[in-house]
């Protein structure tokens, strides 16, 4: 009888989102074949420190302080072809710092890696391409849009969110990798409508009758910031406000300051278990739109009104939200005031946004995900296993 799969999900704690979609990945894995060995790898964990905080305090700094360089930079290395020279020495200059990713995987031998970030892929793809890897190696893309950078020789199949982003992948990665158009995975807790919304927003403090806006900055706390919201709570006085500091612990501080001057009407939140539930509460989330936060909002048929977005990836999702009739885009406080204050008093609209969001959605993509990772396992030679859970990361 053969062995359960043995399957490493690579996330990077960067943000929120690779780690979330890694998460819905392997709830589909477990609920397919229950008894698979999955380990969750902080593929950040096995770089070396100098490299980490180099790379993070580059991309924070620049993203803060110059994000039109950003974007330029991100432009310019999405124009070049697949194999372009540059791509070719950023990722070998990225795997000279994964030595000890190259040795855990080498020495674990799994039946599948899937990775849901460039720099894991980067060194998975080439193991793979070279022989050193044996079981197949996935890339779960999490924007609605595919950059050159995640293209790689050695990745078995990609999972892109749209028949769109999977023809331009086609189009720029060539016949080889099997590429499926699956949705962005995220938990199915995102579906879950078992608890009536009136009483859920009871249960979450919130008063009836009265409409609520989910205020949201991404898993960093950029974005939306509490002068934001406080300008938002003094010109739309009916509305109730969810306002999510995520791990910006100085955004929380600052907004627990504006909820005191708007007792009742704003609440708020740090780092969060229960986005669905929040998600569900609320009429519409003004908020960024990375690619898990833009995929849950469609899942729930949640519109949005997207600011703020970081420059390249991001703004390709808002390109995506509004083509699709799920957002709106304002520029400027004044007009984020007045789409926000029009939406929620256009209830006709903000249910046409709904339906766009629904009809977007591709809520079962961790099933169709893990469908697809399970099926190159059946034929795997027999080994101990270990039980389901977190996988040890070396010391720094």
Same mark, same amino acid.
């Given at each position: 009888?053969?062995?359960?799969?043995?399957?490493?999900?690579?996330? #990077?704690?960067?943000?929120?989102?690779?780690?979330?979609?890694?998460?819905?990945?392997?709830?589909?894995?477990?609920?397919?074949?229950?008894?698979?060995?999955?380990?969750?790898?902080?593929?950040?964990?096995?770089?070396?420190?100098?490299?980490?905080?180099?790379?993070?305090?580059?991309?924070?700094?620049?993203?803060?302080?110059?994000?039109?360089?950003?974007?330029?930079?991100?432009?310019?290395?999405?124009?070049?072809?697949?194999?372009?020279?540059?791509?070719?020495?950023?990722?070998?200059?990225?795997?000279?710092?994964?030595?000890?990713?190259?040795?855990?995987?080498?020495?674990?031998?799994?039946?599948? /890696? /899937?990775?849901?970030?460039?720099?894991?892929?980067?060194?998975?793809?080439?193991?793979?391409?070279?022989?050193?890897?044996?079981?197949?190696?996935? #890339? %779960?893309?999490?924007?609605?849009? #595919?950059?050159?950078?995640? +293209?790689?020789?050695?990745?078995?199949?990609?999972? !892109?969110?749209?028949?769109? &982003?999977?023809?331009?992948?086609?189009?720029?990665?060539?016949?080889?990798?099997?590429? $499926?158009?699956?949705?962005?995975? +995220?938990?199915?807790?995102?579906?879950?409508?078992?608890?009536?919304? @009136?009483?859920?927003?009871?249960?979450?403090?919130?008063?009836?009758?009265?409409?609520?806006?989910?205020?949201?900055?991404?898993?960093?706390?950029?974005?939306?910031?509490?002068?934001?919201?406080?300008?938002?709570?003094?010109?739309?006085?009916?509305?109730?406000?969810?306002?999510?500091?995520?791990?910006?612990?100085?955004?929380? @501080?600052?907004?627990?300051?504006?909820? &005191?001057?708007?007792?009742?009407?704003?609440?708020?939140?740090?780092?969060?278990?229960?986005?669905? @539930?929040?998600?569900?509460?609320?009429?519409?989330? !003004?908020?960024?739109?990375?690619?898990?936060?833009?995929? $849950?909002?469609?899942?729930?048929?949640?519109?949005?009104?997207? %600011?703020?977005? &970081?420059?390249?990836?991001?703004?390709?999702?808002?390109?995506?939200?509004?083509?699709?009739?799920?957002? %709106?885009?304002?520029?400027?406080?004044?007009?984020? &005031?007045?789409?926000?204050?029009?939406?929620?008093?256009?209830?006709?609209?903000?249910?046409?946004?709904?339906?766009?969001?629904?009809?977007?959605?591709?809520?079962? *993509?961790?099933?169709?995900?893990?469908? *697809?990772?399970?099926?190159?396992?059946?034929?795997?030679?027999?080994?101990?296993?270990?039980?389901?859970?977190? *996988?040890?990361?070396?010391?720094?």
């Amino acid at each position: 009888m053969n062995r359960p799969p043995r399957i490493a999900l690579l996330s #990077v704690r960067i943000g929120a989102g690779h780690v979330r979609a890694v998460e819905a990945v392997a709830e589909g894995l477990r609920r397919l074949e229950p008894e698979a060995q999955i380990d969750h790898l902080d593929a950040f964990r096995f770089f070396n420190p100098v490299f980490r905080a180099s790379f993070m305090g580059f991309y924070a700094g620049i993203l803060r302080a110059a994000p039109g360089a950003w974007r330029g930079m991100y432009e310019a290395m999405e124009l070049r072809p697949a194999g372009h020279w540059t791509h070719r020495f950023n990722a070998w200059f990225d795997r000279q710092h994964a030595g000890r990713l190259r040795a855990h995987l080498r020495r674990a031998d799994y039946d599948a /890696v /899937v990775c849901t970030h460039y720099l894991p892929a980067e060194v998975c793809a080439h193991l793979r391409h070279s022989g050193q890897l044996r079981g197949p190696v996935h #890339v %779960v893309l999490t924007d609605y849009q #595919v950059h050159t950078m995640w +293209i790689q020789p050695g990745v078995d199949c990609y999972h !892109v969110a749209t028949p769109e &982003i999977a023809d331009a992948l086609r189009a720029k990665a060539g016949p080889k990798p099997q590429i $499926e158009a699956t949705g962005i995975p +995220i938990l199915a807790a995102f579906g879950d409508e078992s608890e009536p919304r @009136e009483a859920l927003r009871l249960r979450l403090g919130l008063e009836p009758g009265r409409p609520v806006a989910l205020v949201a900055g991404g898993g960093f706390g950029l974005g939306a910031g509490a002068r934001l919201v406080e300008t938002l709570a003094d010109a739309i006085p009916r509305a109730q406000w969810l306002c999510i500091a995520g791990s910006n612990q100085a955004l929380l @501080e600052d907004l627990n300051r504006a909820a &005191i001057r708007f007792p009742g009407r704003i609440r708020t939140f740090g780092y969060v278990e229960n986005m669905h @539930e929040l998600n569900r509460a609320a009429d519409l989330a !003004v908020t960024k739109c990375g690619g898990l936060t833009s995929s $849950e909002c469609l899942a729930r048929g949640l519109p949005m009104v997207v %600011v703020h977005p &970081i420059p390249g990836q991001e703004e390709r999702n808002a390109d995506f939200l509004l083509e699709c009739g799920a957002a %709106v885009r304002p520029h400027g406080t004044a007009q984020l &005031i007045f789409k926000v204050r029009e939406l929620l008093q256009e209830p006709a609209r903000l249910e046409r946004m709904r339906f766009a969001a629904r009809h977007a959605a591709r809520p079962q *993509a961790q099933d169709t995900i893990a469908r *697809a990772i399970l099926g190159p396992t059946a034929a795997a030679t027999p080994a101990p296993t270990a039980p389901i859970g977190l *996988a040890a990361t070396p010391a720094d």
